[in-house]
């Protein structure tokens, strides 16, 4: 989050509370980044590496948690107009929901057999898993313009929910490969857990954009 945005909150004596929710928006685009870096390691079979990343998305998810209680308690022991503590409230939540996602991801990727997995299905999670960190730095870039470009905004909202879009049709392409693919070196419930990592994952996208349509409730107020 950008300093123009917390100066734009300041003046609304939120500045703590807008702190708390910069350092959460960053947790959690960290936290995407390492979920990539996990995937990217269980492919080339480097276990222990994965493990190390997801064990710091973890970390990163907890302290999320405990930022967002912060928030929290920061909005409402202020005196801060009730639409606009409701509004961050929301913002910070929707926030969250991105970061959980993110760990779920990791827990599944944890026990996932990822490094067996069909070249074809492997090409398209990787390129899906890199929109899906596109989309969490859009977001962030979009929260970045709201203190002083509104219209920015709506029009960076408008980048997320199309890089939403192409999550989904990679999640689509990924999951039409299903029927035809060799799953002979997996069991059915390793198959059952590489369909529940790709819907996590995919998950993660549409907080993205959940957290985008708030930014825009925001965004129009400010108008």
Not at 59 to 87: F, K, V
Not at 113 to 118: A, F, I, K, M, S
Not at 126 to 135: D, F, G, H, R, Y
Not at 165 to 176: A, G, N, P, T, W
Request: aromatic fraction near 6%; hydrophobic fraction near 40%; proline fraction near 3%.
């Amino acid at each position: 989050m950008s300093e123009k945005l917390l100066t734009w909150f300041g003046k609304r004596r939120q500045t703590k509370a807008v702190q708390l929710i910069q350092a959460h928006l960053s947790l959690t685009t960290r936290a995407v980044g390492e979920l990539e870096k996990a995937l990217e390691y269980k492919i080339q079979n480097k276990k222990d590496l994965a493990e190390a990343s997801i064990g710091r998305l973890s970390r990163m998810e907890e302290e999320a948690d405990s930022l967002r209680r912060d928030i929290a308690i920061e909005l409402t022991s202020g005196e801060i107009p009730p639409h606009e503590r409701d509004d961050l409230l929301h913002l910070s939540r929707d926030i969250d929901w991105i970061t959980d996602w993110a760990k779920e991801s990791g827990r599944i990727m944890l026990v996932a057999p990822v490094e067996r997995l069909p070249q074809e299905i492997v090409k398209k999670g990787l390129e899906m898993m890199s929109a899906v960190k596109e989309t969490a730095n859009a977001v962030r870039t979009c929260i970045d313009q709201l203190s002083e470009k509104p219209k920015e905004t709506m029009r960076l909202a408008d980048n997320v929910e199309s890089l939403e879009e192409k999550v989904d049709s990679l999640y689509m392409e990924i999951r039409s490969l299903y029927p035809a693919m060799d799953f002979s070196k997996l069991n059915p419930g390793e198959v059952f857990l590489i369909f529940e990592l790709f819907d996590a994952i995919e998950n993660i996208t549409d907080w993205c954009e959940n957290t985008i349509d708030q930014v825009r409730v925001i965004a129009v107020r400010m108008l």
